[in-house]
């Protein structure tokens, strides 16, 4: 094939069909969520250590050994993590909530209190959403304004932003409510291998529904505001000046 056979770059871009912005803009979203909640390697990390320490206490009842098998998978996979160099700060936080659970139980004597603090984390959590939206700052916004590289712009440069934010925190807060208030009566009326069973049907379900209500709020949104780029232009901008006029 010669040169003047070759389809030049004009000719493929016409010939390819032209992303549509709205379907960037829910593209970036669904990345920067996939980012933010951990993606299916961080739902996994979440549900194995409970799902451990309730299988081996059905079988034999001991809390010992089910607390034991359940924090040591837990660093087993920030072990498996730092090895990959990969992002940890999922597998840790699943460090922290397993071992304040072991801690717990270990004290009460009661294995029930392993999923205690998780439960009170939970409650608490939905609590912090709808309070934060309430007063006007979202939580889910400051959660995700840095990974869409937005800050805070989004508070007074975009209502349309903040008004999503607002949409996605009442979705996270109810659902985690309502994930509490299942979990509790169990806590006090259920066995442990009741409870243990409903709260790892529960883990993922609830998080899936929040996090595409999430998605949906803000795929309709207005794109953030990168205030990064927005410094860098402006840092640049200050060097042309300060070049410009040392040439003068």
Not at 12 to 37: H, K, N
Request: hydrophobic share 50%.
């Amino acid at each position: 094939m010669t040169s003047l056979d070759k389809p030049t770059e004009d000719a493929q871009q016409e010939r390819e069909p032209a992303r549509e912005p709205e379907q960037d803009s829910r593209a970036v979203t669904e990345a920067a969520l996939f980012e933010a909640f951990g993606g299916v390697r961080g739902m996994v990390e979440t549900v194995v250590p409970g799902l451990l320490f309730v299988s081996i206490y059905t079988i034999n009842k001991d809390l010992h050994l089910s607390a034991i098998a359940a924090l040591a998978v837990s660093l087993v996979l920030v072990v498996v993590r730092l090895a990959m160099k990969d992002t940890v700060k999922h597998a840790f936080s699943g460090v922290f909530g397993v071992a304040f659970g072991v801690v717990f139980a270990m004290m009460t004597g009661n294995a029930k209190d392993f999923y205690l603090p998780g439960m009170l984390y939970t409650l608490g959590l939905g609590f912090a959403y709808i309070i934060t939206t309430l007063c006007g700052v979202p939580l889910i916004g400051l959660v995700l304004g840095p990974v869409f590289k937005e800050n805070l712009s989004w508070r007074t440069r975009n209502p349309g932003r903040k008004r999503a934010y607002a949409k996605a925190s009442w979705a996270w807060g109810l659902i985690l409510l309502g994930k509490s208030a299942i979990l509790f009566p169990l806590y006090w009326w259920a066995d442990t291998t009741q409870l243990g069973w409903v709260l790892v049907a529960l883990k993922i379900p609830p998080f899936l529904l929040a996090v595409w209500l999430t998605w949906v709020f803000l795929a309709k949104a207005p794109a953030p505001i990168d205030v990064f780029a927005e410094m860098e232009a402006a840092e640049r901008a200050e060097k042309a000046a300060v070049a410009s006029k040392g040439g003068e």
